[in-house]
């Protein structure tokens, strides 16, 4: 018998397929949260610059039971979601007419392009000084810079419906409504959603910087106001709200989108 | 009720504002029950011919018409599109359906007609499906169900079957065969492949290219069915070496340019 050897071929990009348990996140998750207890217990960092996970949970769940915190909550949630709402749904009409009509493409799109860029809070004062005090200029703000991205991504879905299910929906008899009813705004959803998503980060962002800048009710006034006061474990509790408010957001959209777009 | 293509040309301008002829002096009739295939080299422009067949293009010249209609009433076509265009959110029997939906015929004769053409085509169980689930296919199943499902004077079918794996192919142009033999409805279908075009039609339409032209028209003088058994092989490929070498030299000048 000759003298061979074996040599095995291994799969070498096995790792692209390495499976990690779910416990791992939650595992991570822990890990920092009792990292972050034991730093401020230790007294490493003083409690004003970083208070304790433990002690942000009471302080917050006092500013719950005094009504506080709903308060602000409300006021929050009523800006966020009128302007919003408004935004979104202006953002896709004005897409959506600018998508089909070339006219109101040339008219408009540099004009659009033009604003968008703008920082929209750099508005404000001028928005301030169109609607006054109240709530009005915060909800108008939000809905401009909801606005804009939900335009632009409707925009560009509409010119990125495949031209052969258009063919396809005219062969079969559509007329130029149906064609936009049961082809085009179908087709430029996924597109649309991909802007929501975008624009309700924006929304937040704006949201809170409205808030710190002119309001008095309101998760940012009330992260300000007790910045102000040097009272971090409030502070944190607004933040710890806001981040919340950001995720029930987000997953609120992804269950929409998975309701309005189940063929995807 | 046939179908007449006359004198129809077509010009382009390029991106160079150059002006191109694509189609000249195009000249053939369908006939009521007859399956035409053209068959060419690429860039002949029989997909732009069986689009100006189709209401999807104008033509530079000359006309496309229904001889024999019943007064009253617009020719119907079903199109199977190359690129399938099955609509991504409709199901299966939405998309089937799609055509009767758009002449607003009842719910009830949606349900039925949407039945009996997706049995036709085999996708019996397949109804609620979206078109992301089925394979290459049963996709082209459902988008030769949508053409059927309008009872169409005339069917269009631009090389339905060039996106599918060879095996699949096979297997499709027999059903297709067997499907036409059921509803015999005038049928234009384009494709590159001079098999399937011998295996397919009553006549054979050869297109050549600068400008597209119609260099030879070859009736199959092949029973419809069964074509690929063994006693018809040696009149099965005389009909195919005599496309081939009509094709060859043009095929050969295409490859050179792209």
Not at chain 1, 213 to 238: P, R
Not at chain 2, 180 to 209: C, G, P
Not at chain 2, 216 to 237: H, M, S, V
Request: proline share 5%; glycine share 8%.
């Amino acid at each position: 018998m000759t003298n061979t050897t074996k040599k095995v071929i291994k799969n070498r990009v096995a790792f692209l397929e390495k499976k990690i348990p779910s416990y791992v996140s939650v595992l991570g998750i822990t890990g920092i949260l009792l990292l972050w207890e034991l730093v401020c217990r230790l007294n490493i960092v003083p409690p004003l610059f970083l208070p304790a996970p433990t002690a942000i949970i009471t302080d917050g769940w006092e500013m719950i039971s005094s009504g506080e915190l709903l308060k602000n909550l409300l006021a929050s949630l009523y800006r966020i979601l009128g302007g919003y709402a408004i935004g979104a749904v202006l953002g896709i009409v004005v897409g959506l007419l600018l998508g089909f009509s070339k006219l109101a493409d040339a008219i408009f799109t540099p004009i659009v392009y033009s604003i968008y860029p703008i920082p929209k809070i750099a508005l404000l004062p001028l928005i301030i000084l169109w609607f006054g005090i109240g709530e009005m200029p915060k909800v108008a703000i939000i809905a401009l810079g909801v606005f804009f991205p939900v335009l632009i991504n409707t925009f560009s879905g509409v010119k990125s419906v495949d031209p052969s299910l258009i063919k396809a929906a005219v062969t079969f008899g559509s007329n130029h409504f149906n064609v936009i009813r049961k082809v085009i705004l179908p087709g430029a959803l996924p597109t649309i959603f991909a802007g929501l998503k975008l624009a309700a980060g924006t929304a937040l962002l704006l949201l809170v910087s409205a808030e710190m800048i002119a309001a008095q009710y309101g998760i940012g006034a009330m992260v300000l106001h007790y910045g102000n006061l040097m009272i971090t474990t409030k502070l944190m509790a607004g933040v710890l709200i806001l981040s919340l408010l950001g995720l029930m957001f987000n997953r609120g959209l992804q269950w929409l989108e998975r309701k309005l777009i189940p063929w995807k | 009720m046939k179908i007449v293509i006359e004198n129809v040309e077509k010009r382009f301008t390029d991106s160079k504002k150059n002006e191109v002829l694509a189609l000249e002096d195009i000249n053939f009739t369908i006939n009521e029950q007859e399956f035409v295939v053209l068959v060419g080299p690429s860039g002949c422009g029989k997909s732009t011919l069986l689009n100006i067949v189709g209401g999807l293009l104008s033509p530079s010249k000359g006309q496309v018409y229904f001889e024999g209609t019943e007064e009253d009433k617009e020719p119907t076509l079903g199109i199977v599109f190359q690129e399938i265009a099955l609509f991504p959110w409709r199901s299966v029997f939405e998309n089937v359906t799609f055509g009767l939906e758009e002449r607003g015929a009842s719910k009830n004769e949606r349900a039925e007609k949407g039945k009996h053409y997706i049995d036709m085509v085999g996708l019996t169980g397949f109804e609620n499906a979206y078109p992301k689930q089925l394979s290459g296919g049963m996709k082209q199943r459902a988008g030769i169900a949508r053409a059927l499902a309008v009872e169409p004077d005339l069917l269009l079918m631009d090389e339905p079957f060039s996106a599918l794996d060879a095996q699949t192919r096979t297997i499709m142009q027999e059903e297709l065969l067997t499907i036409w033999n059921r509803t015999k409805l005038s049928t234009l279908y384009v494709t590159h492949n001079i098999q399937e075009a011998v295996y397919l039609a009553d006549r054979v339409i050869v297109l050549s290219r600068h400008p597209g032209h119609i260099k030879k028209i070859i009736t199959i003088d092949l029973p419809k069915i069964g074509r690929d058994q063994d006693q018809y092989r040696a009149q099965f490929e005389k009909y195919a070496d005599e496309i081939w070498q009509l094709i060859r030299h043009d095929a050969e000048e295409a490859l050179k340019e792209a």
